[in-house]
């Protein structure tokens, strides 16, 4: 539980802080808190998964080295699954019962979804993180490589989920990579370049970087999100320790459109195409969202309360829910925080 605390002082203190227009109606309602108990104390806690036909919700508590497997019937762990250096992001393939699990260490490990126990393990560069599902073909593909696996590039390795192996690796001339998101009514994979402060867009049909958008209006570009029906990339930045911004880019020309504050430490983003918004996770404790109204602008909707360095999140318009995963900091126990959408 944590302690009492003048939380509106503080949510108001950062608004200032931010220069946050006129808000509206708070967009979410927590609904569900899970605790994960055993997890030691430490910032970081990366990307979820959903088995929805069995209401389990997959994470990586960092700290932990570890995968939980919740329920969202009970609010229970379900599962610890142990040997893991430092696990990043998973895909379930529920036709399959199958978990695709990046680990830093530089493998990508295939986890049977019944027993969880590892059936496959696909070497790749150290730092495998960030990835992207295309459902079209059945490739994830995967982050990895570049200056913290000691090279001057980084490699988006192409997983085939159906044959469990890896068929291919796209090079990317940067010393690291962030999220990244296939936009499958162009065939294209948009990747974040942080260190370049740029987006590499990649043509899945020939696999190669096809051309380089740069960014102008922010820095530290972590986070991604799209809207297909309206060609608009949501660019989550982390400019300094407080403030950060959502860069929306014209998918059809590569030209920034718009620069929408938020708090920093960004690193998921998703938009809900039911109510056009965009939902952003991020550090200081705050979802911020935003809203696209019919003339194609954006209104703040006001931030929702989540705690300290909850980053990640996912959302699920199946189950209309929204994830955020709370590491163990403090007072803070290990946590994911369930809420659903407010019309």
Same mark, same amino acid.
């Given at each position: 539980?944590?302690?009492?605390?003048?939380?509106?002082?503080?949510?108001?203190?950062?608004? /200032?802080?931010?220069?946050? $227009?006129?808000?509206?109606?708070?967009?979410?309602?927590?609904?569900?808190?899970?605790?994960?108990?055993?997890?030691?104390?430490?910032?970081?806690?990366?990307?979820?998964?959903?088995?929805?036909?069995?209401?389990?919700?997959?994470?990586?508590?960092?700290?932990?080295?570890?995968?939980?497997?919740?329920?969202?019937?009970?609010?229970?762990?379900?599962?610890?699954?142990?040997?893991?250096?430092?696990?990043?992001?998973?895909?379930?393939?529920?036709?399959?019962? =199958? =978990?695709?699990?990046?680990?830093?260490?530089?493998?990508?490990?295939?986890?049977?979804?019944?027993?969880?126990?590892?059936?496959?393990?696909?070497?790749? @560069?150290?730092?495998?993180?960030?990835?992207?599902?295309?459902?079209?073909?059945?490739?994830?593909?995967?982050?990895?490589?570049?200056? /913290?696996?000691?090279?001057?590039?980084?490699?988006?390795?192409?997983?085939?989920?159906?044959?469990?192996?890896?068929?291919?690796?796209?090079?990317?001339?940067?010393?690291?990579?962030?999220?990244?998101?296939?936009?499958?009514?162009?065939?294209?994979?948009?990747?974040?370049?942080?260190?370049?402060?740029?987006?590499?867009?990649?043509?899945?049909?020939?696999?190669?970087?096809?051309?380089?958008?740069?960014?102008?209006?922010?820095?530290?570009?972590?986070?991604?999100?799209?809207?297909?029906?309206?060609?608009?990339?949501?660019?989550?930045?982390? @400019?300094?320790?407080?403030?950060?911004?959502?860069?929306?880019?014209?998918?059809?020309?590569?030209? @920034?459109? /718009?620069?929408?504050?938020?708090?920093?430490?960004?690193?998921?983003?998703?938009?809900?195409?039911?109510?056009?918004?965009?939902?952003?996770?991020?550090?200081?404790?705050?979802?911020?969202?935003? /809203?696209?109204?019919?003339?194609?602008?954006?209104?703040?909707?006001? $931030?929702?309360?989540?705690?300290?360095?909850?980053?990640?999140?996912?959302?699920?318009?199946?189950?209309?829910?929204?994830?955020?995963?709370? $590491?163990?900091?403090?007072?803070?126990?290990? @946590?994911?925080?369930?809420?659903?959408?407010?019309?």
């Amino acid at each position: 539980m944590r302690p009492p605390g003048n939380r509106s002082s503080l949510l108001l203190l950062a608004l /200032e802080l931010l220069g946050h $227009p006129t808000l509206a109606q708070q967009p979410l309602a927590l609904v569900q808190t899970i605790e994960m108990t055993e997890v030691p104390t430490g910032p970081y806690a990366d990307h979820m998964a959903l088995d929805l036909d069995g209401r389990r919700l997959f994470t990586t508590p960092q700290a932990n080295r570890a995968i939980d497997v919740l329920s969202l019937d009970t609010g229970t762990v379900l599962r610890t699954v142990r040997g893991f250096g430092n696990p990043h992001a998973i895909l379930y393939r529920a036709d399959r019962n =199958l =978990l695709f699990v990046t680990d830093g260490k530089g493998v990508v490990k295939v986890l049977d979804g019944s027993s969880y126990r590892t059936i496959r393990s696909i070497p790749l @560069e150290l730092n495998a993180d960030s990835t992207a599902y295309d459902a079209r073909t059945g490739y994830l593909y995967v982050g990895n490589g570049g200056a /913290e696996a000691g090279r001057d590039y980084s490699l988006v390795s192409i997983i085939d989920t159906a044959r469990e192996t890896k068929i291919g690796d796209i090079r990317v001339d940067a010393g690291s990579l962030e999220s990244m998101v296939v936009d499958a009514a162009s065939d294209r994979l948009y990747v974040n370049l942080p260190d370049k402060n740029a987006i590499a867009i990649v043509d899945l049909g020939k696999r190669n970087v096809q051309t380089i958008w740069p960014l102008a209006l922010a820095t530290r570009n972590e986070a991604f999100a799209l809207d297909a029906d309206h060609h608009a990339l949501f660019v989550g930045c982390n @400019e300094g320790d407080v403030r950060g911004s959502i860069v929306i880019v014209d998918t059809t020309s590569g030209k @920034e459109l /718009e620069k929408l504050p938020i708090g920093s430490w960004v690193d998921s983003m998703f938009y809900d195409g039911r109510r056009h918004r965009i939902y952003a996770s991020t550090g200081i404790g705050e979802v911020f969202t935003y /809203e696209r109204r019919s003339d194609g602008s954006y209104r703040a909707l006001e $931030p929702v309360d989540t705690a300290v360095m909850a980053r990640t999140s996912l959302f699920s318009p199946e189950l209309d829910r929204l994830f955020v995963m709370v $590491p163990h900091l403090g007072w803070t126990p290990a @946590e994911v925080l369930v809420f659903k959408p407010v019309d």
